[in-house]
């Protein structure tokens, strides 16, 4: 559910980068295909969190995050 909402999220931003890939993948973490360059941006500027090489801790994710979330990777694609 909570990928879901990570992808349409972003697509309702107008994030132009097609994550829709994360749907798909199972487990704890989600490869998102951030770059080094955003992770550490998002991580400096927003508080977020991803490891080097994008990867994305989905159990982190919740309702109450998840706007935050997608406007932070908005922000940080569209800039």
């Known amino acids: 559910?909570?990928?879901?909402?990570?992808?349409?999220?972003?697509?309702?931003?107008?994030?132009?980068?097609?994550?829709s890939f994360i749907k798909d993948q199972r487990g704890m973490f989600s490869f998102s295909g951030l770059s080094n360059e955003v992770v550490a941006w998002l991580r400096e500027n927003k508080g977020i969190y991803i490891v080097n090489g994008g990867r994305i801790n989905v159990a982190g994710l919740t309702t109450g995050n998840i706007d935050y979330i997608c406007d932070a990777i908005a922000e940080a694609l569209n800039a």
């Open 1 to 19: 559910k909570m990928r879901v909402a990570l992808v349409d999220g972003l697509v309702a931003r107008g994030v132009k980068q097609d994550f």
